[in-house]
């Protein structure tokens, strides 16, 4: 009995020493072929090399002192190697928050010298414009440097977007005050024609051409569009 619950425990064992081996190499697969691709992102490289600690913290039983030996020896490898490309990683991404800096001061100034501007439809494009910019060169200075950057710069970009936002609203009022006069307009004209009375009737669609065309084009829209062709139908009719 004692022979055969021995001889259990050791295929247990041994199964477990196969199951840890196995998901080891599989582990140091992974972790090698992140190690060999080009233009590895920091963020991955940082997490590889946690999950190479972890491995390593956690391999378990194998089956010899081999396969232990040569698991070890790999993770040793990919561990240096990453730790090379991290530090390497680390000193562009300074290199380029260093540089970035000079950019987010210069958008900075940009977008303050949109209160000067006049045209809100200039500053609303300019505005898009450089939020694209600033998205590009968001990486800045770390801490209280990159913070007050930040800062400036939503300052100036929330004060742009408030003129926006108000020009907009305003246009919406007039662009609605158009289109209901324009449909009253309408309704003129297609009352008019079908009159035989055509001089009077001439010089009636005459002046509501020359109102229409005084309130300038109607809003974009299949709401302007209709009007438009009721409009034009209507004195093409007469």
Known sequence: TIASRTAAIREQEGAARAENLTRALESCDRLE?????ENLPLKDAEQALRDARSTAEQ?????SRDDQAAIVERLKKVQARLMDVIRDLRSADDWKRWANATVQQELSEKVEA?????????VAKRLKD????????SAGPRGAEGDALWQRFKAGADAAQARVDAFYAQRSVEDAAVLQEKAQLAEQAE????????????DALKALQQRWNALGHA??????????NRFR???DRF
């Open 33 to 37: 072929a992140i190690t060999a691709r």
């Open 59 to 63: 391999l378990g039983a194998l089956p």
């Open 114 to 122: 949109l209160a000067q501007v006049e045209a809100l439809p200039d």
């Open 130 to 137: 450089l939020r694209q910019d600033w998205k590009q060169a």
């Open 191 to 202: 009352a008019l024609a079908e009159s035989t009375d055509w001089l009077k009737t001439a």
């Open 219 to 228: 809003p974009r829209g299949e709401q302007g569009k209709a009007l438009n």
């Open 233 to 235: 139908a209507a004195c």
